[in-house]
């Protein structure tokens, strides 16, 4: 190995190691005197002290005492929840044009025809790597958690396989339950016969399968018998589809076939979400869009809109966030990109809990993350200013109430090259 890929790899170790030994055991810690957002029905509190025990909030409150505690003072800065890195392939991509480094896709065959099978049963946590170089490359920003996105490739199908929500604290396995994803609409239709239409087709097919109304040795038959188990998982509204779509008119199919198909969904990308906005808050279907989405970038989404959150929200949609493009390796964006909504109509609030408290809602896992309140996990992140301005840093990041490293593959890079360094 040449020197200088020696020493970054044994940096890159070193921070892995340190990141999962400073995790092992759960931390007793004071923070005092922060403007303590706390992305509940609390709201904000000035001049407020969070204390940790055992790795989890044990108060919030003013002029909390905890003799022998280790103290940090916050001295008016802003203390906010860990922060969602939005949809993506953290730890199952590291490099996306080395194959042997993605597993976030599931290719089941090649040409133009769809290929008919459709394994639902695929997971995408099982290939999760706790040691990707990404993870502190987020978490250094301020990033606690992550939603894994399955998806299919040239040959696959529609419904792209299951992905959980990762914590980036070193952690193997998912917290909560699992995602099933589906893709529909124009992107779509060359993995259904080149027609939108008949996604809904398949889909109901799927269905019928899943619930033993279609015998499993069919020739017909789209679902292996574990496809049909896992498949069932998510019907009755017992689980959650993710499904991806951005056109309006796709949008209204989609309430029409959950609510006659009895399938709990969320939304991701909805660019034109906004024209559907009532019948989306009707249903208490919530939406994860990208604040940046403005241009129309195919047909689907002619109707984009800077102010899709704000009108989403108004409506009564519950809004969060996630960006479209390269997101794995850009998790830190996304606290800009809420910016950008609040920039344009969406109150400062709603932009934080798009971040902290809806996403962890909609995951089923807001009983752990996604607020500071007392019983929550102690995943907090103090600031240099506002957190959703482009120009505040996250100065500390606590998982469990663990102090996490501040360094990444970046930071070593930075801190090799730059002009006076150490080498």
């Known amino acids: 190995m040449k020197p200088l890929f020696a020493s970054l790899a044994a940096g890159l170790l070193a921070t892995a190691l340190s990141a999962a030994a400073g995790n092992a055991t759960a931390q007793d810690l004071l923070i005092r005197n922060a403007v303590v957002h706390t992305a509940t029905a609390a709201g904000s509190l000035r001049n407020a002290d969070v204390l940790v025990r055992s790795g989890r909030i044990a108060a919030v409150g003013s002029g909390l005492s905890a003799p022998g505690v280790a103290v940090v003072e916050a001295a008016g800065r802003p203390l906010t929840p860990a922060l969602f890195g939005g949809i993506t ?123 033993g109304r279609i015998a499993p040795d069919s ?105 479209s493009g390269d997101a794995s390796h850009n998790a830190r964006k996304l606290r800009q990109l809420a910016g950008n909504a609040v920039a344009n109509g969406l109150p400062w609030d709603a932009g934080l809990a798009g971040l902290t408290r809806v996403p962890a809602q909609i995951l089923g896992v807001a009983d752990q993350l996604g607020g500071i309140a007392v019983g929550r996990r102690a995943d907090l992140v103090l600031w240099s200013g506002d957190p959703l301005e482009v120009s505040s840093v996250a100065e500390q990041v606590w998982l469990d109430g663990r102090t996490q490293p501040m360094r990444s593959r970046q930071t070593e890079l930075r801190d090799r090259y730059l002009p006076g360094a150490s080498r």
Request: hydrophobic share 50%; charged share 20%; aromatic share 4%.
């Open 219 to 323: 020739r017909h038959s789209l679902l292996t018998p574990a496809g049909r188990a896992a498949l069932a998982q998510f019907l009755d509204r017992k689980g959650l589809v993710m499904v991806e779509v951005e056109r309006a008119a796709d949008i209204v199919q989609l309430l029409r076939w959950s609510a006659r198909r009895h399938v709990r969904v969320a939304i991701a990308g909805g660019a034109e979400a906004w024209q559907v906005a009532p019948a989306l808050a009707a249903a208490r279907v919530p939406v994860f869009v990208d604040p940046l989405a403005n241009l129309p970038a195919d047909f689907d989404r002619i109707g984009a809109t800077l102010e899709n959150a704000a009108r989403l929200h108004a409506a009564g949609v519950a809004v969060g966030f996630s960006q």
């Open 89 to 211: 392939a953290i730890g199952i991509e590291e490099v996306s044009g080395e194959s042997p480094t993605v597993d976030a896709t599931l290719t089941l065959g090649a040409g133009a025809q769809p290929v008919m099978t459709v394994r639902p049963e695929f997971d995408v946590t099982l290939a999760y790597n706790p040691a990707s170089s990404l993870i502190p490359v987020a978490r250094i920003e301020g990033i606690g958690f992550t939603l894994l996105h399955a998806g299919s490739a040239r040959g696959g199908s529609i419904v792209g396989g299951q992905g959980g929500t990762m914590r980036l604290d070193g952690s193997l396995d998912p917290l909560g339950p699992k995602v099933l994803f589906v893709a529909l609409g124009a992107g779509a239709a060359g993995l259904t016969g080149d027609s939108r239409a008949a996604q809904w087709m398949l889909l109901d097919q799927l269905i019928d399968e899943a619930r």
